[in-house]
C-alpha cells in the first residue's frame, strides 16, 4: 500500500530556517513524480515545489530561491529545505506523489489534482 510520512515541522522566527522530510513506501519511489503543497487556514490547497522523476524541479514564486526539494532514491525520502521563511509560509504542509509519473509541464506539476497520494501533513508555523 502507497503511503506517505511526513516529519520536521515547527515553530521559526522568521528569518529562519527548517527542513521537512517525507518517508515514502509502497511504491517504486524512483519512478515517481513528487511535491510539496501547503495549506493555510481558510485558504485552498497551493502548490509549493514539485521534483519530476526525471530530476526536474519547479517552485511557486513566492518560494523561489528560498525552498529547495529534492530527493533521496536510496532511502526513499522526499525533502524541502525552507530558508528565509516569512510569517507567510505558515501551514500545514503536505507531501505527494504521483506512482508511475508521465512527463508533466510545470503547470500541471504544481496542481493538487495531479497526485493521488497524499501524507498527513506537518505544521510549520512562522512567528514575526
Known amino acids: 500500500q502507497e503511503h506517505l510520512v511526513e516529519s520536521g515541522g515547527g515553530s521559526v522566527q522568521a528569518g529562519g530556517s527548517l527542513s521537512l522530510s517525507c518517508a515514502a513506501s509502497?511504491?517504486?519511489?524512483?519512478?515517481?513524480?513528487m511535491a510539496w503543497f501547503r495549506q493555510a487556514p481558510g485558504k485552498e490547497r497551493e502548490g509549493v515545489a514539485r521534483?519530476?522523476?526525471?530530476?526536474?524541479?519547479d517552485y511557486a514564486e513566492s518560494v523561489v530561491g528560498r525552498f529547495t526539494i529534492s530527493t533521496d532514491n536510496a532511502k526513499n525520502t522526499l525533502s524541502l529545505q525552507m530558508n528565509s521563511l516569512k510569517p507567510e509560509d505558515t501551514a500545514m504542509y503536505y507531501c505527494a506523489a504521483l506512482p508511475r509519473c508521465p512527463p508533466l509541464t510545470a503547470g500541471q506539476a504544481l496542481r493538487v489534482g495531479v497526485y493521488n497520494v497524499w501524507g498527513q501533513g506537518t505544521q510549520v508555523t512562522v512567528s514575526s
Open positions: 509502497g511504491y517504486t519511489f524512483s519512478d515517481a513524480c
Open positions: 521534483i519530476a522523476n526525471y530530476g526536474a524541479t
